[in-house]
């Protein structure tokens, strides 16, 4: 009797707790997936906070970005998808489409409106690359100079890069042709919107590298975002590209003697995809993160931890300051006007097609 | 032998014993007049499956955790099944196209090429072709994906026109009502969301023999619908390719004029109409997608690599390229992997070459210093082991550069003039010294538990018969120490030329080694197939010196303790 009373209840408790769980339909637990460091700490207190005061949710970190690409294509393979948001450029949001490893997303549907009411399709605007990219961040890759070693002339102009005799000693550029030939060409006379038309044609990619050959000596190549900081802290080069993030602590955090080149730096944006094969709860919960992440005010709160533009326009105005150092944020935005008076767009599609010819190149030019 | 017991045995055993034993005129027996191979082999065999027992955990576990993912990773190398199951049409008829003349290809091919793309655009199979091909020909990846957006189109002229002719051709029942058997009609009917699985699609008799093609992709729709998107194909309005696969049967061979199943009426306008309907070059459709479509090379590449399997990705690992004339040598400015690999093995013998020079003695000292203070100093040679390698790299690094400790020593010394410090990383040297403090410990302790073993009364022997220390060294100790140098130089030229951390933080450009470009290629270019090709060069490499090292040296010769 007592037996057959326990496990009515217990049935029944059962049957009420899976209809709760389905009337939620979403995962109570969550795999996020970004870069580490000051970049996952400034999500971790303008999105991820917020995110489980408001739900409960229990979100749990992942530092896995810098080989999310490759991770997706084999946890895919594998059929068991582990992670629920990844934090990647756009560049890899673009191959990840490609290879049908992310999920299609219809903005004006999924994403929030903005603020002043514009559609998150109108908000992002351009900055909605491909089909499966959420964009959250501007970040530009620009070149940082020793102010103490430039002597009195301080640089002003890309070129400075390309210039020995004005500004003799090393400097460091990323270990990939991206970046790095747009720059030598514009130095070698290019007009600025020619630069993608010379760089398809094989005389075009000579002309970048014999260009570049032209400072190959005095060239440190990095591959880690940290490396040109360092080397500029330590003053193995006088000047150096890196991401403009990186240069901002290095400046005002750090208090070196080191100054933004803005000129020509290359915008390129970072945001959010949602991988295929996820469960529906779990896609529900995602898109559910994704929504409140992205909307005007998380995107705007971001800024105040980290110097990367947000990517909505009606964010923008919402920029305030820096939550320790107390400064306003929006002079260090690469977005600003007055960084932002000559600049490049990362070219998408042109590189998803010739980063494997021109890389190729590029490396063969490195090690001959 | 001969003088054991032998016994003449009966006629039953003795095609046994032919077989156990020819050569002797009779089998031995055992005790219990088994002969004695046989039971001898019984015991051995039992003695095997326990042994086999005992460490078949440890296999399991490596042929699972090991072998397996390496298998199927290297197998990559030469795996190239999704050209043809992406484009399975196409690359059929490609087989008749001679690619190596001056022109592209026919309509035929072109309406294949739209079957394909079409059903590979729904299955979003197109773009993952498209940065497959990317690696053979700059450019492709666009050409899909463009190509993707917008062949949905192409077909719409057909979709328009039976549309407009009546509006029985709009839905997905009517077009069901025509396609599909009544017991499959019925059982949809019927059918709700919440039963799970719909009844798979049943063709009506007969249709396939009067409408072949539109069977065909109305066939491939239904099975898509199904189970790819898992919709009620019922109710779904069917795809534009359908409509020009019916044009193309209404204005073909089979005449529709007997037929009196379902729709029959509507079949027959359509039948009539279709013969004037406006319609589709499809060549020139895709070349007004993109110009690339009548470009050669396109094609070129896509029948050279449709085969199932492809030695492209090792061609292309030995700086060639599979062309339509066979594999070629890529342009000078493109071959980088033969420098890598001459590279890495050079780099990694001269590794192995210091980490002798500064092993060896480290090793005698501790080998003969007594126990208590030799376990001291051993420490010490193991405390790089408990160091994370990122650090001790790291440390190198500030170790190393021109305003590093080394260098602002030097300067101060007056060696070296402050406006020309050494470059002593970002450079081979770099790779070199770097690599050789990290791979030491690996060389020391065989050397170490080499040397243990090696009597010092030798020494005291050949030197009281009037050898000189050197002598007594060289052609007394050293001989004896060789199997420790053996054994660690394996260990440490193995280790080196896999390598790749050490030698991306530290090697600059001219110090870097074959398998960073191997990461490259898996976590980066996602270009998987040709660096499991590297990766199986590299392996091979190995195994071929250590098969020299083997015929040379002999691996007997090698002792880890």
Same mark, same amino acid.
């Given at each position: 009797m007592n037996l057959t009373k326990t496990l009515m209840t217990s049935t029944a408790l059962t049957v009420a707790a899976s209809m709760s769980f389905a009337e939620s339909h979403m995962a109570n637990e969550m795999t996020i997936v970004s870069w580490g460091g000051a970049y996952s700490n400034s999500q971790q207190k303008a999105y991820h906070d917020p995110y489980m005061e408001k739900t409960g949710v229990k979100i749990i970190n992942d530092e896995s970005s810098n080989e999310a690409v490759a991770k997706l294509r084999a946890m895919n393979e594998a059929g068991n998808v582990t992670w629920d948001v990844v934090d990647v450029v756009a560049a890899d949001a673009l191959r990840l489409c490609d290879e049908g490893l992310a999920m299609e997303i219809d903005p004006d549907e999924m994403l929030a409106d903005g603020d002043d009411g514009s559609k998150a399709s109108d908000d992002f605007g351009d900055l909605l690359v491909g089909d499966c990219f959420i964009p959250q961040i501007v970040y530009s890759t620009t070149v940082g100079y020793r102010t103490d070693l430039v002597g009195d002339k301080a640089p002003t102009d890309i070129c400075a890069l390309f210039d020995l005799e004005a500004y003799p000693g090393k400097r460091s550029l990323e270990k990939r042709p991206i970046n790095n030939m747009e720059w030598a060409l514009l130095c070698d006379g290019v007009a600025k919107d020619e630069v993608y038309d010379v760089l398809e044609t094989a005389e075009g990619q000579q002309q970048a590298l014999d260009k570049l050959a032209t400072i190959k000596d005095n060239v440190v190549w990095w591959s880690a975002g940290a490396d040109t900081p360092q080397l500029l802290a330590d003053g193995e080069v006088i000047m150096g590209s890196t991401y403009n993030g990186r240069l901002f602590s290095l400046i005002e955090e750090q208090n070196q003697p080191v100054a933004m080149l803005w000129d020509a730096q290359v915008f390129d944006l970072d945001g959010w995809i949602i991988p295929t094969g996820l469960t529906d709860e779990r896609k529900a919960r995602a898109l559910d993160y994704i929504m409140f992440a992205t909307d005007t005010k998380r995107l705007a709160d971001q800024a105040k931890y980290i110097a990367y533009g947000p990517a909505r326009k009606s964010s923008a105005p919402l920029v305030d300051k820096h939550a320790e150092l107390g400064i306003d944020m929006a002079p260090h935005m690469p977005t600003d006007p007055e960084n932002a008076k000559n600049t490049f767009l990362y070219n998408y599609e042109f590189w998803a097609d010739y980063r494997d010819d021109i890389d190729a190149k590029f490396q063969a030019w490195l090690v001959q | 032998m001969s003088d054991a017991p032998t016994v003449q045995t009966a006629a039953s055993s003795a095609a046994e014993a032919r077989a156990a034993d020819a050569a002797h005129t009779g089998p031995m027996l055992a005790a219990d007049g088994t002969p004695l191979k046989k039971s001898l082999n019984r015991a051995l065999r039992l003695q095997k499956v326990r042994a086999l027992a005992l460490i078949g955990p440890l296999l399991i576990f490596v042929l699972v955790t090991f072998i397996a993912p390496i298998a199927d990773m290297l197998f990559r190398s030469v795996e190239n099944e999704i050209v043809s199951n992406t484009l399975p049409r196409t690359t059929d008829m490609l087989a008749e196209w001679d690619a190596k003349g001056t022109e592209f290809p026919q309509e035929p091919i072109f309406e294949a090429l739209y079957d394909d793309m079409f059903f590979a655009k729904e299955a979003k199979l197109h773009t993952r072709l498209g940065s497959r091909l990317n690696y053979e020909l700059t450019g492709v990846s666009s050409l899909f994906r463009k190509t993707g957006r917008k062949v949905d189109d192409m077909g719409e002229v057909y979709q328009d026109q039976f549309e407009d002719l009546d509006d029985f051709w709009k839905t997905g029942e009517n077009w069901n009502s025509l396609m599909a058997s009544d017991g499959w009609l019925v059982a949809m009917d019927g059918w709700k969301k919440s039963d799970g699985k719909q009844p798979p699609f049943e063709l009506r008799e007969g249709i396939a023999e009067m409408l072949p093609a539109t069977t065909e992709t109305y066939v491939r729709f239904a099975d898509f619908i199904q189970n790819q998107d898992e919709d009620n194909l019922y109710k779904k309005d069917p795809w534009a390719i359908v409509y020009s696969s019916l044009h193309a049967d209404l204005t073909g061979q089979n005449s529709v004029a007997s037929y009196t199943g379902p729709a029959a009426a509507e079949l027959k306008a359509a039948a009539a109409a279709a013969p004037a309907f406006e319609t589709v070059n499809f060549s020139e459709a895709f070349r007004d997608i993109d110009k690339d479509w009548h470009a050669l090379d396109v094609w070129q590449t896509i029948k050279v690599y449709s085969p199932k399997y492809t030695s492209g990705y090792f061609l292309n690992a030995v700086d060639m390229q599979k062309s339509v004339d066979g594999p070629e040598l890529r342009p000078e400015n493109e071959r980088i992997y033969g420098i890598l690999f001459w590279r890495t093995i050079v780099m990694s013998v001269v590794i192995t070459g210091s980490c002798i020079l500064l092993g060896y003695p480290v090793a005698w000292i501790l080998a003969n210093l007594p126990v208590r203070q030799a376990n001291l100093l051993l420490i010490l040679v193991l405390l790089p082991f408990w160091t994370s390698l990122l650090v001790r790299t790291s440390a190198w690094k500030v170790m190393l550069q021109q305003e590093g400790v080394i260098n602002d020593t030097l300067v101060w010394l007056g060696l070296v003039a402050t406006d020309d410090r050494l470059a002593l990383i970002n450079n081979q040297t770099g790779t070199i010294i770097a690599m050789t403090h990290i791979l030491l410990p690996f060389m020391i302790l065989p050397l170490y538990s080499v040397m243990q073993t090696i009597q010092p009364s030798y020494l005291r022997a050949a030197k009281s018969l009037g050898a000189t220390n050197w002598t007594a060294f060289w052609r007394v100790y050293f001989p004896q120490s060789i199997p420790g140098i053996g054994a660690g130089s394996i260990l440490v030229f193995i280790l080196a030329i896999g390598y790749y951390i050490t030698p991306a933080i530290v090697g600059g450009t001219s110090g870097t080694f074959i398998s960073n470009r191997i990461a490259y290629h898996i !976590? !980066?270019?996602?270009n998987w197939g040709l660096g499991a090709a590297l990766g199986a060069i590299l392996l091979a490499a190995v195994l071929l010196l250590y098969y020299a090292y083997d015929k040379i040296v002999g691996i007997d010769n090698v002792k880890l303790g």
């Open positions: - | !976590s !980066s270019s996602l």
